[in-house]
């Protein structure tokens, strides 16, 4: 699949097109360092991973436009104390200029975000992105609990990095995430790329917490050894938590076309009802943008 078959397969599922849950747009010197770690990450991951769309703002959002991708996120995540305020500040701004664009932010465990996110909430903020392996904290760090109640109150979905892939760090995996929801069962925590590789940990969470989702970033890609192997194993899974599953992609830090995200969940074959839903029914229904 190419990525200008897209717009012709969402008008044969009558979708007005594709609702992504998991875009970054990011500072253009923040999304240059995001690059050179992916440049880098050969050695790491044993394979290169060439970033496969590396033009400006402006083209990348024309490409989304023209692949049919009415709404996306612009996720940036706080890497370290004190930087949250200057990444929000770009990406509310790039929102503004954006009309497909979700009102995205982020938060560090620092003291101030027991200010900065009620007052994000209260301004809109749609969605909010955490990354435990980057930003090297623990989902229950002490600094977070105002911040997890504030988006467990208001209802504003967090997409969250928990999962030990594509690297293991010290604080991911779901245990950490469990203890989270234990104590704010109605937090609604999109577990980004399926918790890879801890898949059957983070599913078991979905169903044990009804406002947990998983977004369907870079999973089961032929990017990835073992992926027809990996889709059998989740198939039945994913067919029953159908409702909870959110598009998600990663662009544009992929290392192949954007398409090829959409034709694996057509070969897990779920009937077209599914892939509706994740293509679009989901993420709509989760960010109340219905059109």
């Given at each position: 699949?190419?990525d200008?078959?897209l717009?012709?397969l969402?008008?044969?599922?009558?979708?007005?097109?594709?609702?992504?849950?998991?875009?970054?747009?990011m500072?253009?010197?923040?999304?240059?360092?995001?690059w050179?770690?992916?440049?880098?990450?050969?050695?790491?991951?044993?394979?290169?991973?060439?970033i496969?769309?590396r033009?400006?703002?402006?083209e990348r959002?024309a490409?989304?436009r023209d692949m049919g991708v009415r709404?996306?996120?612009?996720?940036?995540y706080?890497h370290r104390?004190?930087?949250?305020?200057f990444m929000?500040?770009?990406?509310?701004?790039?929102?503004?200029?954006v009309?497909e664009?979700?009102?995205s932010?982020t938060?560090?465990?620092?003291?101030?975000?027991?200010?900065y996110v009620?007052?994000?909430?209260a301004?809109?903020?749609?969605?909010?992105?955490?990354?435990?392996?980057?930003?090297?904290?623990?989902?229950?760090d002490?600094?977070l609990?105002?911040?997890?109640?504030?988006l467990?109150?208001?209802g504003t979905?967090v997409?969250l990095?928990a999962?030990?892939?594509?690297?293991?760090?010290?604080?991911?995996?779901?245990d950490g995430?469990?203890?989270?929801?234990?104590?704010f069962?109605g937090?609604?925590?999109?577990v980004a790329?399926l918790?890879?590789?801890?898949?059957?940990?983070f599913?078991d969470?979905?169903?044990r917490f009804?406002?947990?989702?998983?977004?369907?970033?870079?999973v089961?890609v032929?990017?990835?050894?073992?992926?027809?192997?990996?889709?059998t194993a989740?198939?039945?899974r994913?067919a029953?938590?159908?409702?909870?599953v959110?598009f998600g992609?990663?662009y544009?830090?992929?290392p192949?076309?954007?398409?090829?995200q959409v034709?694996v969940?057509?070969?897990?074959?779920l009937?077209?009802?599914?892939?509706r839903?994740v293509l679009?029914?989901?993420?709509?229904?989760?960010f109340?943008r219905?059109?």
């Amino acid at each position: 699949m190419a990525d200008a078959d897209l717009p012709s397969l969402t008008a044969s599922l009558d979708l007005p097109g594709l609702f992504d849950v998991h875009v970054h747009f990011m500072h253009p010197k923040v999304l240059a360092k995001v690059w050179t770690y992916f440049d880098s990450a050969g050695p790491l991951l044993g394979r290169p991973w060439p970033i496969t769309y590396r033009g400006s703002d402006e083209e990348r959002v024309a490409h989304l436009r023209d692949m049919g991708v009415r709404h996306f996120s612009a996720l940036s995540y706080a890497h370290r104390p004190g930087v949250a305020t200057f990444m929000n500040d770009w990406t509310l701004d790039f929102a503004r200029r954006v009309p497909e664009a979700l009102r995205s932010a982020t938060f560090y465990p620092e003291p101030e975000a027991a200010t900065y996110v009620p007052a994000l909430v209260a301004s809109g903020v749609e969605v909010f992105k955490a990354h435990l392996q980057v930003g090297d904290f623990a989902a229950d760090d002490p600094l977070l609990d105002p911040v997890w109640g504030t988006l467990a109150e208001s209802g504003t979905p967090v997409v969250l990095h928990a999962g030990s892939g594509p690297a293991p760090g010290t604080h991911t995996g779901p245990d950490g995430v469990a203890r989270v929801l234990e104590r704010f069962p109605g937090l609604r925590i999109v577990v980004a790329h399926l918790g890879m590789p801890e898949y059957e940990a983070f599913l078991d969470l979905a169903d044990r917490f009804a406002e947990v989702r998983l977004d369907t970033t870079m999973v089961l890609v032929d990017f990835w050894e073992g992926s027809h192997e990996l889709a059998t194993a989740l198939r039945p899974r994913l067919a029953d938590l159908g409702d909870r599953v959110l598009f998600g992609t990663d662009y544009p830090n992929i290392p192949y076309a954007y398409a090829h995200q959409v034709e694996v969940l057509q070969r897990l074959d779920l009937g077209d009802d599914w892939l509706r839903r994740v293509l679009w029914h989901n993420g709509a229904a989760l960010f109340g943008r219905e059109s």
